[in-house]
């Protein structure tokens, strides 16, 4: 397979309606051809999933195909994850992801939105879906509503995003961006190219081929130190002190919720980072 | 999907609407029964985050009187099966779910519940 040519992209409109194109409407055409892309788990996820206490639920921000709805694999009815997505014909798939028989609770609405009791989740997941976001400050706001629905007191949130470093099995080429994108992403489109199978029943040319339709997908790839930077911005809005929970409280301390941030790390192509809130009562 | 479980935590977030905007009101739905498997630690796990007064009046709505108005403190397993039953095996599948301060309606459609607002409408 040819490498599939990255290219740069500028959002010059209203980054709600440049979403709507370029991000919410590909996703609902490619749904079920991404979706059959898109099943094995990454590891540090499946760990993640795996480290929840039995009765936590959680929220997965960007559920896409639901491929994480069915985890812990080896007891899925210990925990409940609820998938969120912007795409109707994702969310369809991932309503029985998994395991055709079982129901997922699905909800559609925005990662922006925060349509819950504020707390009132164990845990939240947000893979892949914060670098559609076509502003910092829209991202930044993405981390503030994922601190949001956690529980203040023992609150945990991972988050994935793509890199502009990619590892060397990636199939993209990447353009080189300015002097400034390695401290503040790239902007850019990635084309998807619909298979054959699925676009078969679309047009064919005048010499008998079947045209394989392209959507070009936007993207923000993260810089080294960006996510991380995203989650003080969002930590600073909300009044929340990034950091280790204090092991002695003196009494002349004014900080009471806090977020530590556990691990902050690079696999296949993807910035991520785990985060833990905190908060001392009294 | 919209089950009970998910219902006792979506809130309205229409700009503006941060008082009374839970619990979303039922109307107009359709529901199924579906079995799940029975996981008591799970479900008190689970118990400490219920609301219980807006649970126990959703599930009225939907006609299931199992629970009892106060949250009991003995948790047996007829409790815990009612519960379950309330929760995890209600599924609405088509209605409308309506904010008791803003009267905004959220509707139910194929067993999903459409949380999006207007561009106006976000806070």
Known sequence: ?282 | MVRLITHNLLACHVKGCNTNNFPLEFRDVQIELREAEFNPEFLKGFMPKIEWKALVDAARQLGDTSLPLEQPEMLDDDFLKNLHHVLLEIHVEEGIMTCPNCKHDYPVLNGIPNMLLAEHEIG
């Open chain 1, 1 to 282: 397979m040819a490498p599939k040519a990255v290219a740069p992209a500028v959002v010059d409109e209203d980054p709600q309606a440049y979403e709507d194109k370029n991000v919410h409407a590909i996703y609902d055409e490619i749904a079920s051809h991404f979706s059959s892309t898109r099943y094995k788990p990454w590891p540090i996820i499946a760990a993640f999933m795996h480290s929840i206490a039995t009765g936590w639920i959680g929220l997965d921000a960007g559920t896409g195909n639901g491929k994480y709805l069915p985890l812990p694999l080896d007891r899925p009815t210990d925990i409940l994850t609820i998938g969120l997505d912007r795409s109707i014909n994702l969310l369809r798939i991932a309503r029985n992801a998994g395991d055709s028989s079982a129901t997922r609770e699905v909800v559609w609405g925005d990662v922006l939105g925060h349509g819950w009791r504020s707390g009132v989740f164990d845990y939240a997941i947000s893979i892949a879906t914060i670098h559609h976001l076509a502003t910092h400050e829209r991202r930044i706001q993405a981390v503030k509503r994922l601190l949001e629905s956690v529980s203040p007191l023992h609150g945990r949130v991972l988050i994935y995003v793509w890199a502009i470093e990619q590892d060397e099995l990636s199939k993209r080429q990447i353009p080189t961006g300015d002097g400034n994108s390695d401290r503040i992403g790239r902007d850019v489109v990635v084309p998807w190219v619909l298979s054959k199978k699925t676009a078969a029943a679309g047009k064919e040319t005048l010499e008998g081929q079947v045209e394989q339709p392209v959507f070009n997908r936007y993207y923000h790839m993260f810089a080294k130190g960006e996510l991380p930077g995203l989650v003080h911005e969002a930590a600073k809005d909300l009044g929340i002190q990034v950091g280790q929970r204090p092991m002695v409280l003196s009494d002349i301390s004014t900080i009471r919720r806090g977020v530590e941030i556990v691990q902050d790390g690079w696999e296949r192509s993807n910035h991520y980072v785990e985060l833990r809130c905190w908060e001392i009562s009294g």
